[in-house]
């Protein structure tokens, strides 16, 4: 069964290709479910602006109530400029620069995740100068397996991200020693596009023996942030539209050991905005090859990297095609590089040139890496109500 509301915007004249195309009726749903999961008082989401920085989409998630997680001067501004608090902006990274640092000093965001000792150093440094105590997590590399593609997994012993365990008493004693930092609390995040509830609660155990072990050293921390990293349903995004949030929450609800007072942080990006996003493109030639046949669409990788970045699967539909037969089709792009293809031996309902399709569950990781290789415009936004 088709997605009706797809088949309506594709039937529709003069459709701008490529295009992304917006379900904020879904999003909306999407919110909705979030609030209800993370209706505890001591649970703060905060949107990871890096899936997706559409202005339409911002403006519904900071009204929401939702704060920013943000990796760059940049997405500070993008999250401010769109009705985020500053208190309410986190901001993590491994490489910020030093006007990037002063930058989130004077709008004086609410927390620096701090992804090693020698950036501490420079907060420290760049706080003192303004007069300031910077407000800072230190991010930790938990060590915990993720389950999820090696591109994305981040939790694991050495990676660039966050401080190994081994060098963290060093980076806790230094920032509760020093007057230019206030140590709020400690971060975490094991990577993306998660969708099993263990490595979730094996992270709880692990932040309830570091903070065990912290508050026997007289460290209490005000904020454990678990990062983001839940999955969605890139298989089938009709049958499962909304992301299981209650089980994602009740993972840390039962196996957290939250301290009285504190704020447990939440970073979530894929599960908030994946699924009420669709590429919709437009099949410029169907080519017949030697053993192939090629469906040649007006999008590419500029469009929508995953599938060549990182062999990512989006489901691909023909919303326009009448037809009740299908063949096997490899639907690629129109970029001059051979991994410029979003799927093999996808079966498709007859195509012709013309025709609309759409890759599905695009909403996260995809405007958002898109580039204008080859001299290619970049991928217009549509949305319905
Ligand atoms: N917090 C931190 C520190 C992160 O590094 C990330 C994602 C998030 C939160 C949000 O994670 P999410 O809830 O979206 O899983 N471009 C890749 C994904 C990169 C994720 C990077 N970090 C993709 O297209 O799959």
Request: aromatic share 8%; net charge negative; with cysteine.
């Amino acid at each position: 069964m088709m997605n009706p509301l797809l088949r309506e915007i594709a039937s529709r004249e003069n459709l701008p290709t490529p295009a992304y195309f917006y379900d904020l009726s879904l999003l909306g749903k999407t919110v909705e479910a979030i609030k209800n999961s993370a209706a505890d008082p001591r649970f703060k989401v905060h949107y990871a602006l890096k899936a997706n920085t559409d202005p339409v989409i911002l403006k519904i998630l900071s009204n929401a109530g939702f704060g920013a997680d943000t990796v760059s001067g940049g997405e500070i501004r993008i999250a401010l400029e769109n009705g985020f608090i500053p208190s309410r902006i986190v901001y993590a990274g491994v490489g910020k620069s030093d006007a990037e640092i002063d930058y989130a000093l004077v709008v004086e965001i609410g927390c620096f995740n701090v992804e090693s000792l020698e950036e501490l150093e420079v907060i420290a440094e760049r706080a003192k100068r303004k007069g300031k105590k910077a407000p800072v997590a230190l991010r930790v590399n938990p060590e915990i397996d993720a389950h999820t593609h090696h591109f994305i997994t981040t939790g694991l012993a050495e990676n660039k991200f966050g401080i190994p365990m081994s060098l963290l008493d060093e980076a806790v004693a230094y920032a509760s020693g020093n007057d230019s930092l206030d140590l709020r609390g400690l971060h975490f995040h094991i990577g993306s596009q998660v969708t099993i509830a263990e490595p979730f609660v094996l992270l709880s155990q692990r932040i309830n023996e570091l903070q065990k072990k912290y508050e026997a050293m007289g460290v209490k921390f005000a904020t454990i942030n678990v990062g983001g990293g839940l999955g969605i349903d890139y298989e089938d995004p009709d049958l499962n539209p909304i992301p299981d949030f209650k089980s994602y929450f009740e993972a840390f609800a039962e196996n957290l050991d939250i301290r009285s007072g504190q704020e447990i942080h939440f970073e979530l990006g894929r599960s908030v905005v994946a699924q009420c996003g669709s590429l919709l493109t437009k099949c410029l030639f169907v080519k017949k090859g030697v053993e192939k046949r090629f469906v040649i669409t007006d999008a590419g990788f500029t469009d929508l990297i995953r599938p060549a970045f990182y062999g990512a699967y989006h489901k691909i539909e023909n919303l326009t095609s009448t037809s009740n037969e299908s063949e096997l089709y490899d639907v690629v792009g129109p970029i001059c590089e051979s991994s410029d293809v979003f799927g093999e031996k996808v079966s498709l309902p007859v195509t012709h040139r013309g025709d609309i399709l759409a890759l599905r569950s695009a909403g996260a990781y995809g405007a958002v890496m898109a580039m204008q290789y080859n001299g290619r415009a970049l991928p217009s936004a549509i949305y319905s109500e």
